[in-house]
């Protein structure tokens, strides 16, 4: 049986439930539904969808089909006449069995799902979920994978700065990122960025973010109504906060690469939101949102096409547009970037699917709304990003510095012996 597209929506007294079946054999549709599951059957196409509140009586229901799109429009009543159904967007919950009243959805994903499928699926090693190696080695979502990376090598070394991580501990991790940093930063770049701005990029300074680029849309839908979900191992409250961070280093790498590209990225665009975003460059982990920011600020700075710091604010200003859409938004832009990177035209990117991205898909789903609400708070409550918080590049010494060497200049004074 095929999986229609179908999308949801709601009023006070119903939920609305559009299933688009243009073969389906009309006279043997069947529609039903009790407590919280819905059901609808009509050859070749099964639904079943588990919804987050509980739906009222049969008589009250209602259904229409429009043969020109072969679209069913269900109306199902509520029980209750005003509850709010939370996250109708996040399909592949809505085909899932719900957890029994009560049960944690910290946890894991039900066991009973498989793995995102791909002809490009990488295998992982046999570890356990535990395992002292996995604590010290990990890396990916929830650096829960181990020995992917052994199999790639030079082959990928334009792809990550640490391209062993299987080697290098968890603990580690950060200050080889910096080193590199540090190494990579071009203050000449960097201050004619800064005091000499190029017309490209006061252009780009004052483009508005495109409500595109976060709005949950049809194609997303028919993503996920086939896409095949993973069990997630359990994690820890801190550990739950950790991803969320990682989630937004690479959300806000995306985003600076999209308004860069006047939001139309380029065929090098893939690989710039892995080399920018630490979680993927560098498979680090962080224990504050403002840590994940400015690392992830940092990298800008260091190897992106304009090392300008009003625009890493005004990037800031475009993901905390994107974060008060809600988790809607965040899939929307998973997805954007999951479909991308498997169709990429540059070899091994899909790697980034495999150690985050299809994970993210499912997670973002299922992640405990506090837990998630908690973490996007901490980034409302950032109000701006200072250079002084980009320490280990000295952006205001080099600014005081380059400033008063111009004065010298302007004023007759300057001897470059003195630089």
């Known amino acids: 049986m095929l999986t229609p597209f179908f999308k949801l929506d709601q009023t006070e007294e119903y939920v609305i439930i559009d299933i688009r079946a ?17 059901l609808f059957s009509a050859a070749p196409y099964f639904l079943r969808l588990y919804l987050p509140g509980y739906v009222g009586l049969f008589e009250k229901s209602s259904s229409d089909y429009d043969a020109d799109t072969g679209t069913f429009k269900i109306k199902v009543p509520k029980q209750n006449k005003g509850e709010h159904f939370k996250d109708l967007e996040m399909l592949s919950q809505l085909l899932k069995p719900q957890r029994p009243t009560g049960q944690s959805n910290v946890e894991e994903l039900e066991d009973e799902v498989e793995g995102v499928l791909t002809d490009q699926k990488v295998p992982e090693t046999e570890v356990a979920p535990n395992s002292e190696e996995i604590k010290k080695f990990g890396y990916g979502f929830g650096w829960s994978k181990l020995g992917i990376m052994k199999k790639f090598g030079e082959e990928v070394e334009d792809l990550f700065d640490i391209r062993n991580p299987d080697e290098i501990e968890m603990s580690e991790r950060d200050d080889v990122m910096v080193k590199h940093d540090e190494k990579a930063f071009n203050s000449e770049h960097y201050l004619a960025d800064l005091f000499d701005v190029p017309d490209e990029l006061e252009s780009i300074l004052k483009e508005l973010l495109p409500t595109s680029i976060y709005t949950f849309n049809d194609e997303d839908r028919l993503i996920l109504k086939d896409l095949k979900v993973i069990k997630l191992k359990s994690f820890t409250k801190e550990e739950h906060v950790s991803i969320l ?15 860069i590209n006047s939001f139309e990225l380029n ?7 892995g080399n920018v975003s630490p979680s993927i460059s560098n498979f680090v982990k962080f224990t504050s949102m403002k840590q994940a920011l400015t690392a992830t600020v940092r990298r800008v700075l260091c190897l992106s096409l304009y090392r300008n710091f009003e625009l890493c604010r005004r990037v800031l200003e475009d993901l905390v547009t994107v974060v008060k859409q809600g988790k809607s938004a965040l899939l929307h832009c998973l997805l954007t970037l999951r479909k991308r990177f498997y169709n990429s035209s540059q070899e091994f990117i899909y790697l980034f699917n495999q150690l985050f991205i299809d994970d993210y898909c499912i997670y973002i789903q299922v992640v405990d709304d506090k ?10 409550n950032i109000k701006t990003l200072q250079k002084a918080d980009i320490d280990e590049l000295d952006l205001d010494y080099i600014e005081t510095e380059a400033k008063m060497i111009m004065l010298k200049v302007e004023n007759g004074e300057y001897d470059s012996d003195d630089n």
């Open 22 to 38: 243009p073969n389906a054999n009309l006279r043997d549709a069947e529609i039903d539904f009790c407590d919280k599951i819905f």
């Open 245 to 259: 961070y990682s989630l937004i280093d690479i959300l806000y790498s995306y985003l600076m690469e999209l308004r």
């Open 267 to 273: 065929v090098q665009s893939d690989i710039m939101i």
């Open 371 to 380: 837990l998630f609400d908690d973490a996007m708070d901490e980034l409302l």
